[in-house]
């Protein structure tokens, strides 16, 4: 087996990125207790299975999608809600994995793609591109060529684990897996989902972090990013895109933490309390789940407060009376 280290370079903005992140992970988890906060943590559980599956393509809607986690019938397509179970099945082991095993990850692709890829759990077999939408990005290497070429990255992995701080080792990872296509489908959702499973044995917090939102949010400078990086030869610029959106989802869980702050009202508490993240609710709908009878009081206590704060936002901001209005949980 050859010796092989990928090419990239830690620069400046990285190093940046890695001390910004590393504040925020443990300001995070010093104020906070994730463990404590199990609302919270499968919305954002959700949100990741949601986002991960909507850049492949699967339109189930965030609400579908959580439902199937919930264990409701769901009309849509026999396959997509597949997906979502495969997807709930491996993000759920995610604390187990060991992500410097080839092997696991071979076992996780099996649950990712079980019922869906007739190579489920194995490198594939064929010829395959890279692809966003219907546009080929780039062709990925020979199928004769994956199993050493994932070989060598493992071995990477382990010779450098010691030397290559986690948040840039992780990075360099999902682009060499991108750029590998080590199987005949599933390769993007393993490569977060392996992305994730790094971070998690650095810091367990990430185990409740959608960064798969902020990708999605991306999903074409992803692309774009994954494009210029094989014109360069090197992950750097996809290391230092990475970077950012994983502060940039901090800020975002550090702001949704603040929910249980002190200057936040019991009555704006149990408002968050009873609503899902991106599920839109009428005045009606948080009345009856909050057993109130009177509009000017849900207003006044809960509405309004949680309003000034952004920790709800309106569907119709420019007109707050509107009979269609909804509201939605930040």
């Not at 546009?135 to 199993?147: E, G, S």
């Not at 704006?268 to 899902?276: G, S």
């Amino acid at each position: 087996m050859e010796v092989y280290t990928p090419p990239f370079t830690i620069t400046n903005g990285v190093l940046t990125l890695v001390s910004s992140i590393s504040e925020k992970v443990g300001k995070i988890s010093v104020t906070s207790n994730m463990q404590a906060k199990p609302h919270l943590r499968k919305n954002n559980r959700i949100q990741s299975i949601h986002s991960s599956l909507k850049i492949e393509a699967n339109s189930l809607t965030i609400g579908q999608v959580r439902d199937v986690i919930n264990g409701k019938t769901v009309l849509g397509e026999k396959r997509e809600i597949q997906e979502v179970k495969n997807a709930y099945a491996a993000y759920e082991m995610l604390p187990r994995i060991n992500p410097f095993d080839i092997n696991e990850l071979k076992l996780l692709h099996g649950i990712m793609t079980k019922y869906l890829v007739d190579e489920s759990g194995e490198f594939r077999g064929g010829e395959e591109g890279v692809f966003s939408g219907d546009k080929c990005i780039f062709m990925a290497p020979p199928a004769k060529r994956v199993p050493v070429l994932m070989e060598n990255l493992f071995d990477w992995l382990s010779r450098s684990k010691e030397e290559v701080h986690p948040l840039i080792m992780s990075a360099v990872f999902h682009y060499e897996f991108v750029f590998i296509h080590p199987f005949s489908d599933g390769n993007g959702r393993m490569a977060r989902l392996w992305h994730s499973a790094f971070l998690t044995k650095w810091n367990p917090i990430f185990e409740y972090i959608p960064i798969e939102r902020q990708i999605e949010k991306f999903q074409d400078a992803y692309y774009e990013t994954i494009t210029k990086c094989h014109t360069e030869g090197s992950s750097n610029t996809f290391v230092l895109f990475i970077l950012e959106r994983i502060d940039k989802i901090l800020d975002e869980i550090a702001e949704q933490i603040s929910t249980s702050a002190e200057n936040v009202s019991e009555y704006v508490k149990r408002l968050l309390a009873v609503m899902e993240y991106d599920m839109p609710y009428t005045l009606t709908s948080l009345m009856e789940l909050l057993g109130l009878k009177s509009k000017e009081t849900i207003r006044r206590h809960y509405i309004h407060p949680a309003l000034e704060l952004h920790l709800i936002q309106m569907t119709i901001p420019d007109k707050p009376q509107s009979r269609n209005q909804r509201y939605i949980k930040q």
